[in-house]
C-alpha cells in the first residue's frame, strides 16, 4: 500500500532521524520526501509504502509516536514520486493552456488539504496570478463555479463547508447574535481563493443569516486584507467597510436575501 503522509517536526537535531526509524522498525518504507522548514518546525511530506493490512489509521499512529503533529494521512500511487518542482513546473505549462484546470491542478499538487507551508503558499499564489494573466491574455473571465465539478458545499443550520471530497477548503459560521444582526466568519485555505468559493460561502451563510431572522451580517478581517471588497461585488451584496483598531469591520445587508437552510422551511 502506498500513502502520502503529512506532518509537523519540531526543528531540532534527530526529529526527521526518529520517524525513519520508526518507519524502518515497522516495516514502512520511505519511498519520496520533501520538507518545508517554517520558523522552529519543519513540515514533511511523504509518500510510503506499508505492508498490505496496513490502514491509513495505522500509519497516523505511527507517525505520531514518531513525534509527528498534525498527521495526515490519504492513499495515494506511483505517480506521488514524481519531483516536486517538477510537478509544479508541469501543472504552470497546464495552467498557461487551460486557466480553467487551476482548480484540478491544486487537488493534484496539494492533495486538497486546508493548511499549506509557507513555500506551497507561494508556488499556489504565482500559479493562480498564471491563470489570471492566460485568461487575460485570451480575453475570457474566470470560471463561475470555481470548478463545479470539484467543489462541493455543505450546509448546516449555522456553517457552509466548501469540500473537495472529504477535505475542507473554505468555510463560513454564523457566531454570536445581537438585536436583528449576527457576527459571522468567512474563510478560504490560501491556494484556493480568487476561484469564486468566497463568493459562494458568503451567499450561503448569508441566506442562513436571513433564515434565523438577521438583517445584517457582520465579519472582521485583517486590515491587509484585499479581498473584502472583489467577495462583495462578486456576490452581489452590499456592503459598509470601516477600518477599526480590530482591523476591517464589514457590515452587509441581508435586504433581499432568501433564506435557506433547515430553518428557512419552517
Request: charged content about 20%; glycine content about 10%; aromatic content about 4%.
Amino acid at each position: 500500500m502506498f500513502y502520502r503522509v503529512r506532518t509537523r517536526l519540531t526543528d531540532t537535531p534527530g526529529a526527521l532521524a526518529m520517524l525513519a526509524q520508526h518507519c524502518g522498525n515497522a516495516g514502512v518504507n520511505i519511498l519520496a520526501l520533501q520538507i518545508y522548514p517554517e520558523l522552529g518546525a519543519v513540515t514533511d511530506d511523504l509518500v510510503v509504502e506499508t505492508p498490505d493490512s496496513w490502514t491509513a489509521a495505522a500509519v497516523v499512529e505511527l507517525v505520531s509516536g514518531a513525534g509527528g503533529d498534525e498527521v495526515s494521512v490519504v492513499p495515494c500511487a506511483t505517480h506521488d514520486l514524481v519531483d516536486q518542482p517538477t510537478a509544479w513546473l508541469k501543472a504552470a505549462q497546464a495552467v498557461l493552456e487551460d486557466p480553467d484546470s487551476l482548480p484540478a491542478e491544486l487537488t493534484g499538487l496539494l492533495g486538497a488539504r486546508v493548511s499549506w507551508s509557507a513555500t506551497e503558499q507561494v508556488r499556489a499564489a504565482a500559479l493562480a496570478e498564471f491563470a489570471d494573466r492566460a485568461r487575460s491574455a485570451a480575453g475570457s473571465p474566470p470560471a463561475s463555479a470555481a470548478g463545479s465539478a470539484v467543489v462541493e458545499y455543505e450546509l448546516t443550520e449555522e456553517s457552509v463547508l466548501a469540500k473537495i471530497g472529504p477535505h475542507v477548503v473554505g468555510a463560513a459560521r454564523l457566531h454570536a447574535f445581537v438585536d436583528d444582526g449576527v457576527e459571522a466568519s468567512l474563510e478560504v485555505a490560501p491556494a484556493w481563493r480568487r476561484l469564486g468559493i468566497g463568493r459562494q460561502l458568503l451567499r450561503q451563510v448569508s441566506g442562513l443569516a436571513a433564515a434565523r431572522g438577521a438583517s445584517e451580517l457582520t465579519m472582521l478581517a485583517p486590515p491587509t486584507e484585499e479581498g473584502v471588497v472583489p467577495v462583495l461585488a462578486a456576490a452581489g451584496m452590499r456592503g459598509r467597510i470601516r477600518l477599526t483598531e480590530m482591523g476591517l469591520t464589514v457590515h452587509v445587508s441581508l435586504a433581499g436575501v432568501r433564506p435557506i437552510g433547515h430553518l428557512a422551511a419552517r
